[in-house]
């Protein structure tokens, strides 16, 4: 069971490239997420999806995009790369926004320099 | 929105010592889950505990969703169990994670 794949692991971006992290999940979940994970601090919800075609904002949108294309996958985008985005990204997919548990992927360990 | 304290924010332990974890949350909430965040970054499910009482091995968590607080449950601790422990609940849909609290166990 693959669960929730996170691509890439590490990479490392100058100030201003633009880059894509890509989710994907095996499970049949109708809802994704993406979150950041800075030193100190607990994960904050950068954007979601309820849905194959749907994005919203969450927490900390500003510097992202994301696209939901396709059920399985959930794609965030950087289009300018700042070193305040140097972080650490989690995917994450639940089956419903009322009950049942979120399954993390890995994470994406980012470095703008 | 919702918001989520947890307590002791970090806790050093002997081997084989017990602990309890808390976590707050200031509304009612109908989701709670628990991960343990190991040294590596990998964020591991421990509980999904709406309510009750739910036990896994040396684990176990208690959630009193009424009084808005959940507990989680370490006994005979390893120095496998070091990390950061997160509390989450939902909010309209959406994980809201408390600050963590990071756990030292020493040898």
């Known amino acids: 069971n693959a669960g929730v794949t996170q691509t890439p692991k590490f990479r490392v971006l100058k100030t201003g490239q633009s880059m894509t992290l890509l989710c994907a999940q095996d499970?049949?979940?109708?809802?994704m997420y993406w979150y950041r994970q800075d030193p100190g601090m607990g994960l904050r919800l950068i954007h979601y999806s309820v849905g194959e075609g749907t994005t919203a904002k969450g927490e900390v949108p500003d510097g992202y995009n994301v696209s939901r294309l396709k059920k399985q996958n959930f794609l965030l985008g950087l289009e300018s790369a700042a070193p305040s985005q140097t972080s650490v990204y989690f995917c994450?997919?639940?089956?419903?926004?009322?009950?049942?548990?979120?399954?993390f992927g890995s994470g994406t360990r980012l470095t703008v320099v | 929105g919702i918001q989520v304290e947890q307590s002791p924010p970090d806790l050093i332990l002997q081997e084989g010592a017990n602990s309890t974890l808390r976590c707050n949350f200031s509304d009612s909430v109908n989701n709670l889950q628990w991960f343990h965040q190991n040294p590596w970054g990998q964020l591991i499910n421990l509980f999904y505990?709406?309510?009750g009482t739910k036990q896994n091995g040396r684990l176990s968590a208690t959630t009193v969703a009424t009084e808005r607080y959940s507990l989680l449950y370490i006994s005979s601790s390893q120095t496998t169990d070091s990390g950061v422990y997160f509390c989450?609940?939902?909010?309209?849909?959406?994980?809201?994670f408390g600050q963590g609290t990071t756990l030292q166990v020493k040898p």
């Open positions: 505990i709406p309510s």
């Open positions: 499970m049949n979940h109708e809802y």
């Open positions: 989450a609940v939902r909010d309209t849909g959406k994980l809201i």
């Open positions: 994450a997919s639940s089956y419903s926004s009322q009950w049942g548990g979120y399954t």
